[in-house]
Nanobody, 129 residues
């Protein structure tokens, strides 16, 4: 059964760090583009970061401007896990974070990464003092 399960969210002070994980089962992450999205209360869901397929897309990574230099997407192929390392967190990073899988390359469209087919249920990240 195909499943994506996020973990690692929590409450952190501004300037702190968190590492989110997304465990995949029922599919091999290397074959797909993998993305992180987030949705803050009262706001549209937005794309945060994306990694193209390792086998066909070269594993190229992209980030939305607001997280560049602070967030890093990575993958453990052996464990079929994808991570989002989040450093220098700000209150505006507060949101539910979702991982998603689909397609081969990362195509930015309308504030997110197009073509994602499978989604996790999300993990809450709260940045507050």
């Amino acid at each position: 059964q195909l499943q994506l399960v996020e973990s690692g969210g929590g409450l952190v002070q501004p300037g702190g760090s968190l590492r989110l994980s997304c465990q995949a089962s029922g599919l091999t992450l290397d074959y797909y583009a993998i993305a992180w999205f987030r949705q803050a209360p009262g706001k549209e869901r937005e794309g945060v970061s994306c990694m193209a397929s390792m086998t066909s897309g070269g594993g190229v990574t992209t980030y939305t401007d607001s997280v560049k230099g602070r967030f890093t997407i990575s993958k453990d192929s052996a464990q079929n896990l994808v991570y989002l390392q989040m450093d220098s967190l700000k209150p505006e990073d507060t949101a539910v974070y979702y991982c998603a899988v689909g397609g081969i390359i990362c195509v930015w469209r309308d504030g997110g990464y197009n073509g994602m087919e499978f989604w996790g249920k999300g993990t809450q990240v709260t940045v507050s003092s």
